[in-house]
């Protein structure tokens, strides 16, 4: 019976031993999971005024993207075609808005024609153009014109329609 | 030496000549060449022997006689079954045998493998008499040149200037690649004259030939610059607008050229020496091309004052113009022969651009170059026998030669694109 009694105390020993230990490791039982965020603020992508991309580009960059178009003549004349008046008004405009730039426009032929007439042509070409443009309000002084004669081809070709494609006044903005 | 001037009546129908008569008459002048025999040049007894050498002085040489329209070199057959040739005792029965009139006899020596020496003996067959000798020495590279002389001093002493020595001054390469060289007249030995990326072109020779205009736009416009091909040196000589096709005076040191620094292209006259320059015409017109007559008192000048560009003839002081073509809308580049009698120019009928010839004593107008491709550019031999003009008859542009009255047409350059040919006026 003693043995018995021995027993039983010392199992419960053990067992009032084993819960202490349990008490001391337990944890904190978890809360729910909290989000963490903020929103994001609603900023439009930039969208550059022309201004500013004129500000941004090099004068190689705005000439590649070809912003003045270039004019083309009839054979043997350097009077302005009714069809290239409307791209002469858009250069305009242009050159109107960006004041600070400056332009130098340059006359060139097909190569039926003396090299020697050719180099007078291209430059009433080039003239002829700088008038008109000049006419619609672009100060003359920021504009330059040189003649090429039929120096620099645009097209190799020998039909009407590269003569008429080499038979130009292009625009080329050499100031911003 | 008998030569009567033949006149050889030509009658030929050009398709081109706007409107409806047609008839062109083309009168050629000729006049029976001089049999020119040439044995082969004998070496000396001292001298080494350099065939390649001696053969290049002597195609040279034969060839200068053959472009001469003056001697005929006799074919080298005729005069293959004659006894060898020893310059010291010369049958000259063997050589009126074989209808050669003038006998050139050549002796070269070469007493080091770089120098040559060749001494010409020239005789007259028919009176067995000795006309002249002359000995020119250099170094071997120079064998052609000696050859030129050779052939210049028969020029001169059959009372005909002397051409083989001349240069022509032209642009070689496209678009921007554009650069002065000079070559021979027959287009040997081509030497660059200017190196950069810019456009080089229509280049002209100064009074005394050593130096040339031209126009370049190295400072990105078409500027006129003076270079002197010896120093090397080279001067601008203009500051706006377009400045080109320069012509220097063959009798002072004035230059007329194209400018357009005022506004518009006009022809100005400039002292060479002062720098003072006075504008000759005046008309919002294109007034372009000019060119000196040989005696310096008149200029001929394109202007498209009448609407389409026509040549016109002022005084050298800017009064007195006449317009000298009427017919076609189209001419240019006006070279004045040197015994100032005609008139080579471009004209463009329909759409084809060819070279003709104004005599201006006849006012008459004949063709030159016949309808293969463009031609353009021409400019006189000093002799004013022959001309160089630019065609793209073979695809590309290259210079060529031609007699005057249409005969002989040859290329002188290949490779490339060649262009814009200046003969040089005169040869010392």
């Known amino acids: ?176 | 030496m008998k030569r009567t001037a033949l006149l050889i009546l030509f009658i030929l129908t050009t398709a081109g000549l706007r409107g409806q008569q047609e008839i062109t008459i083309r009168i050629r002048e000729g006049m029976p060449m001089i049999p020119v025999a040439l044995p082969d040049i004998q070496y000396t007894a001292a001298s080494l022997k350099d065939d390649s050498a001696r053969d290049e002085i002597q195609k040279t040489l034969l060839a200068d006689l053959d472009f001469s329209r003056i001697f005929k070199p006799l074919p080298r057959d005729y005069y293959r079954y004659l006894p060898p040739f020893n310059p010291q005792a010369i049958n000259f029965k063997d050589w009126a045998s074989v209808q050669a009139n003038v006998l050139i006899a050549g002796e070269l020596e070469i007493s080091a493998p770089d120098r040559l020496v060749l001494s010409v003996k020239v005789y007259e067959v028919n009176g067995e008499r000795f006309i002249f000798s002359r000995t020119f020495g250099g170094k071997k590279e120079f064998g052609r040149l000696i050859a030129h002389r050779v052939a210049d001093e028969m020029m001169k002493h059959f009372s005909e200037k002397p051409i083989f020595t001349s240069k022509i001054v032209y642009v070689s390469g496209s678009e921007n690649e554009q650069e002065i060289f000079m070559m021979d007249y027959d287009g040997a030995r081509p030497t660059r004259l200017t190196f950069n990326t810019f456009i080089d072109m229509l280049p002209s020779w100064s009074r005394n030939n050593e130096k040339i205009l031209f126009t370049s736009y190295r400072r990105l416009n078409p500027d006129l610059y003076l270079f002197d091909i010896y120093s090397g040196q080279s001067d601008i000589i203009s500051a706006k607008g377009v400045n080109y096709a320069a012509d220097w005076s063959p009798v002072e040191d004035k230059t007329v050229y194209t400018s357009s620094k005022e506004g518009n292209a006009e022809i100005y006259l400039r002292d060479m020496q002062s720098g003072a320059e006075k504008r000759l015409t005046f008309n919002p017109a294109i007034d372009t091309s000019p060119c000196w007559s040989p005696n310096g008192r008149e200029i001929a000048f394109t202007s498209q004052r009448n609407g389409t560009p026509q040549i016109y003839i002022m005084d050298a002081e800017g009064s007195n113009v006449r317009r000298i073509t009427f017919e076609g809308t189209y001419h240019d580049s006006s070279a004045w022969s040197p015994d100032g009698s005609r008139l080579a120019f471009v004209s463009r009928i329909d759409t084809r651009f060819d070279i003709y010839v104004y005599n201006l004593k006849r006012n008459e107008m004949s063709k030159l170059t016949e309808n293969a491709g463009r031609n353009e550019n021409p400019s006189w031999s000093p002799d004013g026998r022959h001309l160089a003009f630019t065609s793209n008859r073979g695809g590309r542009y290259q210079i060529y030669l031609i007699d005057y009255d249409g005969q002989n047409v040859k290329a002188i350059t290949s490779g490339g694109e060649n262009r814009m040919p200046k003969w040089q006026k005169s040869v010392k």
């Open chain 1, 1 to 176: 019976m003693k043995k018995l009694v021995i027993l039983c105390v010392a199992l419960m020993l053990v067992l009032l031993f084993a819960s202490c230990g349990k008490k001391e490791a337990k944890v904190e039982p978890q809360t729910a999971v909290e989000k963490v965020e903020e929103p994001t603020p609603q900023v439009a992508k930039p969208v550059l005024s022309e201004e500013e991309l004129f500000q941004q580009k090099s004068l190689e960059q705005l000439n590649k993207q070809g912003i003045l178009a270039k004019i083309n003549f009839d054979y043997d004349s350097y009077s302005i075609r009714d069809d290239m008046k409307p791209i002469l008004e858009k250069n305009a405009d242009w050159l109107t808005r960006f004041k600070t730039s400056m332009i130098l426009i340059e006359g060139h032929c097909d190569e039926r024609g003396t090299i020697e007439y050719n180099m007078a042509l291209g430059e009433k070409r080039a003239e002829a153009t700088r008038n008109y443009v000049a006419a619609l309000g672009v100060t003359p002084e920021r504009i330059k014109i040189v003649s090429y004669g039929k120096n620099k081809p645009l097209v190799k070709g020998v039909d009407d329609a590269s003569f008429f494609q080499n038979r130009r006044a292009e625009f080329v903005i050499i100031k911003k």
